[in-house]
């Protein structure tokens, strides 16, 4: 198993750990609200008993033990102070109601006479408790019905938002947590590739000098100065190679420049380095596509490109490099009839570490990506694949001309 893929797993194992907490203060936050809302049902019908004793005392004639209960059973009713309450005649008639947040103040909690703006606020409230079904019918008589509504406390009310803020503040954390483990590995991968880079550059520096001098021999020699020509080409080209590592890290310097004369570049030298079997095909714009661009990594992704497409063909096959301009940007595609790519893999290729091949780092397109998007504003993408038919990767990059 690969970093990469360490990683991702240990991200997704991090996420199932937070699911699996955050369901489980779920369940313990359903538990407690239920538990209260039980014992909620239980004041009220509590309430509501004395209420109909309190209703057979007054009925009752001159009852000692109704007279020696009813302070008790007032006692009763005047400890609910949290539980919202109206109480009604079988007509629906309000008689009486407890613990709502009038628009009025009332002249007391038991007060009989309602306002008609209370009225109007306790009649809205009334038609509310009905939708939830928190009543509870007293039988006062075998002719007389109360019905007594209930509405959660304040109480039971927090406990049933709380959960969601505290999965909101969670689902928060999280996040936070999660970016900041993937800014850091971002970061350490960073500072990795580029020491590794400042120091590939610094060894490569006196092999590339001794070729040099080894070149500038073999021509004083009278070897045939077309063969030292291509030597001395490659060993430029690995200077500049080394050179572009050593500004890894750093922002590069941009140029304008004719991004027609960047892929011409990048095309001819590949072509004398690729099989014969291979036919490369270049069409460029007849007017010209002035960018910002650094000339040298804007080659060195299009030779990226090319060497893959080389690599997926084994050997023999076709690869056509377009340019249009469109809107004010230039539109480069690289296509070649190799063996394609997956399109759960379009995004895929593209991450650190991913490769096909057998040897490699898997690191070609990533750097490639990190160049177009972050020093050149674009894009680049692979546009469409048909296993054995084309592959087509697209670079975006925006002109400092307006359209065509």
């Known amino acids: 198993m690969n970093v990469p893929s360490i990683r991702r797993h240990g991200k997704i194992l991090f996420l199932i750990a937070s699911i699996i907490i955050v369901a489980a203060f779920l369940l313990f936050s359903n538990s407690l609200a239920k538990g209260v809302a039980e014992q909620e049902r239980i004041r009220m019908q509590i309430w509501a008993d004395a209420t109909r004793q309190i209703a057979s005392a007054e009925t009752s004639t001159g009852s000692d033990a109704s007279g020696s209960n009813l302070d ?19 007509a629906g008639k309000i008689l009486m109601q407890r613990n709502f947040d009038l628009p009025e103040t009332a002249v007391g909690p038991d007060s009989l006479f309602i306002s008609p703006a209370n009225a109007i606020f306790l009649a ?3 038609d509310e408790l009905r939708r939830t079904g928190h009543v509870i019918h007293i039988m006062i008589s075998p002719s007389t019905l109360q019905h007594l509504y209930y509405q959660d406390s304040r109480l039971l009310r927090a406990l049933n938002i709380y959960p969601y803020i505290m999965i909101a503040m969670m689902a928060a954390f999280v996040a936070i ?46 070897t045939d100065s077309e063969i030292t020509e291509e030597m001395d080409k490659d060993v430029r080209r690995l200077e500049t190679i080394a050179s572009r590592f050593s500004k890894i890290g750093s922002q590069p310097a941009m140029e304008l420049a004719d991004l027609r004369e960047v892929v011409s570049t990048a095309a001819d030298y590949m072509l004398t380095r690729i099989s014969s079997n291979i036919a490369l095909q270049v069409n460029l714009p007849a007017g010209a596509a002035m960018a910002n661009v650094s000339p040298p990594l804007l080659q060195w992704v299009m030779e990226n490109l090319i060497k893959n497409a080389v690599d997926a063909m084994d050997g023999r096959g076709r690869i056509a490099i377009e340019m249009t301009k469109q809107n004010g940007t230039a539109i480069i595609t690289v296509t070649d009839t190799g063996r394609g790519i997956p399109h759960k893999d379009f995004k895929r290729v593209f991450r650190p570490g991913h490769t096909t091949k057998q040897r490699g780092w898997g690191l070609g397109l990533t750097l490639a990506r990190r160049i177009i998007e972050q020093y050149h504003g674009g ?26």
């Open 379 to 404: 894009r680049i993408f692979v546009s469409s694949s048909s296993p054995g038919i084309a592959t087509t990767f697209e670079i975006n990059i925006p002109l400092v001309e307006g359209p065509a």
């Open 177 to 222: 947590i999660y970016f900041a483990i993937s800014s850091s590995k971002q970061a350490e991968q960073n500072m990795v590739w580029v020491g590794l880079s400042k120091e590939t550059a610094h060894q490569l520096g006196t092999p590339i000098s001794s070729l040099m001098a080894w070149i500038e021999i073999l021509r004083e020699s009278g």
């Open 124 to 126: 809205g409230k009334l």
């Open 72 to 90: 008790f059973l007032l006692e009763i009713i005047e400890t609910n102070t949290s539980i919202p309450v109206i109480l009604t005649d079988d």
